[in-house]
């Protein structure tokens, strides 16, 4: 069973920066697919961005070239860089595990990610 707990949010101006951070009670380094996930107001939650078990990234074409997901296995730790940001992706981010460990180019079925963290706001304005 895997805790997930993100932090980082807030509010920026557009074209700013963010990074978020999701941090794992278990060791996910090389067994998860992690995944960030974001939920704008009004709107259902849409993947971002995954890191699968060998490494491998996926984006979607909404962040493709702005965000950036990478790991630190020594800290147990997810990590999103958000540059260039823009109003549109204002909404409340949250990380997920899978651990299958298999990530699908592309794709971020919901519900394939059986672990969530609480989520963290990020407000561009």
């Not at 997930?4 to 949010?9: P, Q, T």
């Not at 990478?70 to 409340?92: C, F, H, I, V």
Request: proline residues 2%.
């Amino acid at each position: 069973h895997v805790q997930l707990v993100e932090s980082g949010g807030g509010s920026v101006q557009a074209g700013g920066s963010l990074r978020l951070s999701c941090t794992a009670s278990v060791s996910t380094y090389a067994r998860y697919c992690l995944a960030w996930f974001r939920q704008a107001p009004g709107k259902q939650r849409e993947g971002i961005a995954s890191i699968d078990s060998t490494g491998g990234t996926s984006y979607a074409d909404s962040v493709k070239g702005r965000f950036t997901v990478s790991q630190d296995a020594a800290r147990n730790t997810l990590y999103l860089e958000m540059d260039s940001l823009k109003p549109d992706d204002t909404g409340m981010y949250y990380c997920a595990a899978d651990d299958t460990g298999y990530c699908i180019d592309g794709f971020f079925p919901e519900s394939d990610f059986g672990f969530w963290g609480q989520g963290t706001q990020v407000t561009v304005s």
